[in-house]
């Protein structure tokens, strides 16, 4: 398996996003770097693993995650000039059906980002086709799942404070 981030638009990224018509997303890197979610690259351990693995061996963090869908319009989730610090990104889809037997397929990126006084985590999602039944923005309570997701800077105070060591060093089972 292959450990390698994607860094460039290639192929594969233009058929995931242009012909499949799947939502990724962009993380502008605070050493210039962007980097691309290519979901699903064949021979390549997944994206988010590869994305924290490079994160943690260069120590460094994006200053921007954006979402990237073929022929939507910028959509900024987190930015921060100092670099993002305790977030976390999801990618999935859902299925809304009636008893008629209808149905319509929706996909949707999370991003989350712990608050700076580490005692919520805000949401900003993304869904399309646009829905009712999905929040743009919410808060949510840490769990051990949330934080266990989480990439952090090098030298976090976010991953120091007592309430979220606890997560980080939480047992295994």
């Known amino acids: ?36 979610g290519d979901y699903e690259r064949p021979d390549y351990q997944d994206c988010w ?3 924290k693995n490079y994160c943690i061996e260069n120590k460094v963090v994006p200053v921007k995650i954006k979402l990237y869908m073929f022929g939507m319009k910028e959509f900024v989730f987190f930015e921060d000039p100092n670099g993002l610090d305790g977030f976390s990104i999801c990618r999935g889809c ?6 008629s037997g ?18 919520y985590i805000n949401v900003r999602k993304f869904a399309w ?15 051990q799942n ?5 990439i952090f800077k090098h030298d976090s105070e ?11 060093n939480w047992p295994t089972m």
């Not at 976010?158 to 980080?168: N, S």
């Open 129 to 143: 086709p646009e829905t009712a039944f999905e929040e743009a923005e919410s808060v949510r309570l840490i769990t």
């Open 94 to 99: 859902s299925r809304d059906q009636s008893l």
């Open 146 to 150: 949330n934080i266990e997701h989480m």
């Open 49 to 51: 693993t590869r994305f």
């Open 1 to 36: 398996m292959r450990t390698e981030v994607c860094t460039n638009f290639d192929d594969y990224m233009h058929y995931m996003c242009h012909v499949k018509i799947n939502m990724s997303w962009t993380a502008e890197m605070q050493n210039g770097v962007i980097i691309y």
């Open 158 to 168: 976010k991953a120091k404070h007592p309430e979220i060591q606890q997560y980080i």
């Open 102 to 119: 209808e149905f319509k397929d929706f996909q949707f990126l999370t991003v989350s980002l712990l608050n700076d006084q580490c005692d």
